[in-house]
């Protein structure tokens, strides 16, 4: 039953230990007009002479509920662990998804250092290419400068015989 048209959502939060409802209230809305009457299988929320009814998922522990309203958003939200689970269940379910986020931040920064590896890889084999480059060019100056600097030898004139011209009979 939604008499107010109130929008609300049921989320599991906390590595699956608690129900959270949040319900969705004027933000201006005088706290003592709001009335939470919460049992393990439903909940029913009076907003100005309006009723909200809702059964929960699964049961839930009234003694260890809380019921806030926020400051920014004036939404009511009503935390409730559930009942299925002892405390030492839900220790272990909090710290194994603690384990599990360690991890995931485990293998992001393995994976952030292997980036940088690679990019220092990257920048190690650019400053190479790059010295090999500049080395060629000096190579190639100093044979440009070099043969710049050869002698010029003087041209031969046209052909020279090693036997006398005048020698050698006539064509017919």
Same mark, same amino acid.
């Given at each position: 039953?939604?008499?107010?048209?109130?929008?609300?959502?049921?989320?599991?939060?906390?590595?699956?230990?608690?129900?959270?409802?949040?319900?969705?209230?004027?933000?201006?809305?005088?706290?003592?007009?709001?009335?939470?009457?919460?049992?393990?299988?439903? %909940?029913?929320?009076?907003?100005?002479?309006?009723? =909200?009814?809702?059964?929960? !998922?699964?049961?839930? @522990?009234? #003694? /260890?509920? &809380? %019921?806030?309203?926020?400051?920014?958003?004036?939404? =009511?939200?009503?935390?409730? !662990?559930?009942?299925? @689970?002892? #405390? /030492?269940? &839900?220790?272990?379910?909090?710290?194994?998804?603690?384990?599990?986020?360690?991890?995931?931040?485990?293998?992001?920064?393995?994976?952030?250092?292997?980036?940088?590896?690679?990019?220092?890889?990257?920048?190690?084999?650019?400053?190479?290419?790059?010295?090999?480059?500049?080395?060629?060019?000096?190579?190639?100056?100093?044979?440009?400068?070099?043969?710049?600097?050869?002698?010029?030898?003087?041209?031969?004139?046209?052909?020279?015989?090693?036997?006398?011209?005048?020698?050698?009979?006539?064509?017919?």
């Amino acid at each position: 039953m939604n008499e107010g048209k109130y929008d609300f959502r049921y989320s599991e939060i906390e590595e699956d230990t608690l129900w959270q409802l949040e319900v969705k209230v004027p933000k201006f809305l005088s706290t003592n007009l709001i009335n939470v009457d919460l049992h393990p299988e439903h %909940v029913t929320i009076k907003v100005k002479d309006k009723y =909200l009814q809702l059964e929960h !998922p699964e049961m839930v @522990l009234v #003694e /260890k509920s &809380a %019921v806030q309203r926020s400051q920014t958003t004036g939404a =009511l939200v009503i935390k409730m !662990p559930k009942a299925c @689970l002892d #405390e /030492k269940e &839900a220790q272990n379910r909090r710290v194994k998804k603690r384990k599990e986020e360690i991890d995931i931040q485990k293998k992001l920064r393995d994976m952030t250092l292997q980036e940088e590896e690679a990019r220092q890889k990257l920048i190690k084999e650019k400053r190479q290419r790059d010295m090999r480059r500049i080395k060629d060019e000096i190579k190639q100056e100093q044979l440009i400068t070099e043969f710049k600097e050869q002698p010029v030898l003087p041209k031969r004139d046209a052909f020279v015989p090693d036997f006398d011209p005048d020698e050698v009979p006539p064509l017919e």
